[in-house]
Nanobody, 115 residues
């Protein structure tokens, strides 16, 4: 059974940093591309960062140069380092992967940016 569990969200001031983590189990983690999405109420879930099994990364423009996606294939953990957080970054952040033809999601972790 594939399980993804995010952690690390919280309240941070504008310009601050947070590091999100996603613990994966039930899959051969190193073989799969992993993604971070975010969603605010009333809007569609937005893909913000991807890391392939070969550790190639891609970012949506709004987070490029501020967020860094990484993976630890020994511990089966996906990370998202978020720096220079802006008032437009608050959302629920989700990790995701596609395996055996299905999309899997964690429950998400909430990020709030406020002074």
């Amino acid at each position: 059974q594939v399980r993804l569990v995010e952690s690390g969200g919280g309240l941070v001031q504008p310009g601050g940093s947070l590091r999100l983590s996603c613990a994966a189990s039930g899959i051969n983690f190193k073989l799969y591309a992993m993604k971070w999405y975010r969603q605010v109420p009333g809007k569609e879930r937005e893909l913000i960062a991807t890391i392939t099994s070969a550790c190639q990364t891609n970012y949506t423009d709004s987070v490029k140069d501020r967020f860094t996606i990484s993976r630890n294939n020994v511990r089966n953990i996906l990370n998202l380092q978020m720096n220079s957080l802006k008032p437009e970054d608050p959302a629920r952040y989700y990790c995701s992967t596609t395996a055996v033809g299905k999309n899997f999601w964690g429950p998400g972790t909430q990020v709030t940016v406020s002074s």
